[in-house]
């Protein structure tokens, strides 16, 4: 079993910069690659940025130049810096883990961008 507990997310205007944090325990040994997702009011799921153990990264093409994922090994957490924040990013943002039996996920975060 993993464990992912999300902090960081916010009210921030437009233009403005969050980071998200993403805490796992449990049977972290594991993972196999981490992410972070999102969900805005009336969409599906999407994904937003994900890292392998071995570090190679993925992005939606929506976030990418603006959003940054990393990991903190040492503190078994993945981290989402989040610059140049527009409206359409609004969404509840879920941590996500993936081991070769089974799919992990946080409760979720809200970011809102407004003026």
């Known amino acids: 079993q993993v464990q992912l507990v999300e902090s960081g997310g916010g009210l921030v205007q437009p233009g403005g910069s969050l980071r998200l944090s993403c805490a796992a325990s449990?049977?972290?040994?594991?993972?196999?690659?981490m992410g972070w997702y999102r969900q805005a009011p009336g969409k599906q799921r999407e994904l937003v940025a994900t890292?392998?153990?071995?570090?190679?990264?993925n992005y939606a093409n929506s976030v990418r130049g603006r959003f940054t994922i990393s990991r903190e090994n040492a503190k078994n957490t993945v981290n989402l810096q989040m610059n140049s924040l527009k409206p359409d990013d609004t969404a509840v943002y879920y941590c996500?883990?993936?081991?070769?039996?089974?799919?992990?996920w946080g409760q979720g975060t809200q970011v809102t961008v407004s003026s």
């Open positions: 449990g049977s972290i040994f594991s993972i196999y690659r």
């Open positions: 890292i392998t153990s071995g570090g190679s990264t």
């Open positions: 996500n883990a993936l081991t070769t039996a089974s799919t992990y």
